[in-house]
């Protein structure tokens, strides 16, 4: 079974592109959870999802940042404009049954994004 | 902020000794969990104590929970040169979860 995939794993963009990262739930699980650290920062809950619906963005920015989780394929976490404080490591994370109910998150090898 | 604090920030010990971390958080919880980080790696889960727990081991590790102090805390005992990585406690509060900013342990040869 494998794990949590996140493509790509290392990213570079230049101010003012797009930034697009992906991630592959384990197979089973219907809940996606995307998570942001900073350097030298633990990681800041950004938003949670489950298949077609956003259950909680109150993590994420207003502006710039969007998500999805798409009947079909992997869960999309949009970065437009980017601008250098954006650059981080991106982490996704699923669970096949969701917060509040004891079950563990399966982390992701993480995106490294890095704004020129 | 309802996100968990570790303490120490950073910690360093020869192998063989064992290692204590702590975390702190500030609301009621339905379970709090402990992660491991290599450096440039993704998250490990280590391990998942319940509310109504008090103490849990697996292998060398053993988490306590005390939810009237709201605080855990992570021992490895006889640490190797394997376990250098950031750990860090994540509470699990509704919807999300809560990750403090991680303990660095280094455990030298």
């Known amino acids: 079974n494998a794990g949590v995939m996140q493509n790509p794993r290392h990213l570079v963009r230049r101010r003012g592109q797009e930034a697009r990262l992906r991630c592959s739930p384990m197979?089973?699980?219907?809940?996606v959870y995307w998570y942001r650290q900073l350097p030298e920062e633990g990681l800041k809950f950004m938003v949670y999802?489950?298949?077609?619906?956003?259950?909680?963005e109150s993590g994420m920015p207003k502006e710039r940042f969007s998500a999805e989780f798409p009947k079909e394929g992997p869960s999309i976490l949009r970065i437009q404009q980017v601008v250098r404080g954006d650059s981080a490591a991106y982490f996704c994370?699923?669970?096949?049954?969701?917060?509040?109910?004891?079950?563990?998150?399966?982390f992701g090898p993480g995106t490294r994004l890095l704004v020129l | 902020s309802q996100q968990g604090e570790e303490d120490p920030q950073a910690l360093s010990i020869q192998e063989g000794e064992n290692a204590t971390m702590n975390c702190s958080y500030k609301?009621?919880?339905?379970?709090l969990q402990w992660y491991r980080q290599n450096s440039g790696r993704g998250l490990v889960h280590l391990i998942l104590?319940?509310?109504?727990?008090r103490e849990k081991h697996s292998g060398r590790l053993r988490v306590t929970l005390d939810t009237s102090k709201k605080s855990s805390s992570l021992l490895i005992t006889a640490s190797r040169a394997a376990d250098t990585a950031s750990y860090f406690c994540?509470?699990?509060?509704?919807?999300?979860?809560?990750f403090g900013t991680g303990t660095s342990l280094t455990v030298i040869p």
């Open positions: 999802l489950q298949k077609e619906n956003i259950i909680d």
């Open positions: 609301t009621s919880i339905n379970n």
């Open positions: 994370a699923s669970s096949p049954l969701g917060t509040g109910t004891q079950e563990t998150q399966y």
């Open positions: 994540a509470t699990d509060v509704g919807n999300q979860f809560y």
């Open positions: 104590i319940r509310s109504n727990e």
């Open positions: 197979k089973g699980h219907s809940h």
